[in-house]
């Protein structure tokens, strides 16, 4: 009696559960071409919503599991839009990808009945927000022709920075609209947060551009803090150079020289990061990865890595970096591998053998 209860509890939590969900907004597993036929009917004319995900972009999870399924989103989007997901890194996906220019996730495109781009949303919001931003979207002085229009027409911050933003989110090069904007505008304006922040993450590292922002490092710092300014710039490598040291970048299109890299390295050296942190050697690692300096590495190793805290889980990641360089080392390198390694594995069994004492002695 009491597994039937427990089995008819379940059940009605099933049931009362699956209508919330219902109520979100209604992705359809339809191809683009039946979208756009949908959209198209005359009797029931509709916009398209296309999310724009991959499997490894959390933000794109997180929305698709705690945003979409919100009534309010639904009542926004189904009434208004035919909407469509595609992985963009497979099947059709792959295609709407290079179609459309998708290069950030999560990206949300906004489509008529014809598969024409009216605008598009990127990044994580609510789902309150993201009715908001669609909504924005939807007034054509905030697509991208009609914010190049009011720049064009008065160039000044208030209508360059939405411009370049919007440049940058339809993964179009914002530089020369924050350069022009760099030049002319007053300090008070080129030395805001928003303005540092976005020209900051997006020009490429070691452009003209980010040499003409780094000469003014200073005021840059004292706007956004140190730290803050030097976080901004590491993260706009860290992802490259982890490409770099693992050699998988060109899967993702990543390539550097070795003269690249060796200038992001410098620059990111010249920031004093703490180097108790191991992703902060990622760059180093990087450069004697490209520059198949496998002796040079190790001895990096010994001196830098070996003592950082194994705890951290960046330590794990450089460490497997040099065991996958040892699989092409000549013996002898093997050796000076497999030393480190040796010389770690003892100094974690002394220290366990430590703990192991202060465990008896408290029996």
Not at 160 to 174: E, F, I
Not at 307 to 319: A, C, D, M, R
Request: aromatic content about 10%.
């Amino acid at each position: 009696m009491k597994k039937l209860i427990i089995c008819l509890t379940v059940c009605l939590s099933i049931l009362s559960w699956r209508p919330a969900r219902a109520q979100g907004i209604n992705f359809q597993t339809i191809t683009m071409q039946e979208a756009m036929n949908i959209a198209g009917n005359p009797a029931n004319p509709k916009l398209i919503l296309m999310d724009c995900y991959t499997t490894w972009c959390i933000p794109c999870v997180e929305m698709a599991s705690y945003e979409f399924p919100k009534k309010i989103a639904g009542d926004y989007f189904n009434p208004k839009f035919v909407s469509v997901k595609f992985d963009m890194e497979k099947g059709e996906g792959k295609e709407l990808a290079k179609k459309y220019n998708v290069k950030a996730y999560p990206t949300f495109l906004i489509l008529n009945a014809q598969g024409q781009e009216i605008n598009r949303v990127v990044g994580k919001s609510t789902a309150q927000e993201f009715i908001e931003k669609v909504k924005v979207a939807l007034d054509p002085k905030n697509t991208l022709p009609g914010l190049k229009t009011a720049y064009d027409a008065d160039k000044q911050m208030r209508t360059g920075l939405p411009y370049a933003l919007a440049l940058y989110q339809n993964s179009k090069d914002p530089t020369p609209v924050l350069d022009e904007l760099f030049e002319n505008a007053q300090d008070f304006e080129r030395f805001s947060k928003d303005y540092l922040e976005l020209a900051l993450g997006t020009t490429k590292f070691g452009s003209p551009f980010f040499k003409k922002l780094m000469m003014e490092k200073g005021s840059i710092d004292q706007a956004l803090g140190t730290e803050v300014t030097n976080q901004i710039l590491f993260d706009k490598v860290r992802k490259d150079m982890y490409g770099i040291a693992t050699e998988t970048g060109a899967k993702y299109n990543v390539f550097y020289t070795p003269q690249e890299v060796e200038d992001v390295a410098y620059t990111i050296g010249l920031l004093k990061l703490p180097p108790n942190d191991a992703q902060n050697h990622m760059c180093r690692i990087a450069l004697f990865v490209v520059n198949k300096d496998l002796d040079g590495m190790t001895r990096y190793f010994n001196r830098h890595i070996a003592n950082l805290p194994t705890t951290s889980p960046y330590k794990g990641i450089l460490e497997g970096i040099l065991m996958t360089n040892a699989a092409k080392a000549s013996p002898e390198q093997k050796a000076a591998i497999r030393a480190y390694f040796e010389n770690k594995n003892k100094s974690l069994i002394k220290e366990a053998k430590s703990y192991q004492e202060k465990i008896d002695r408290t029996k």
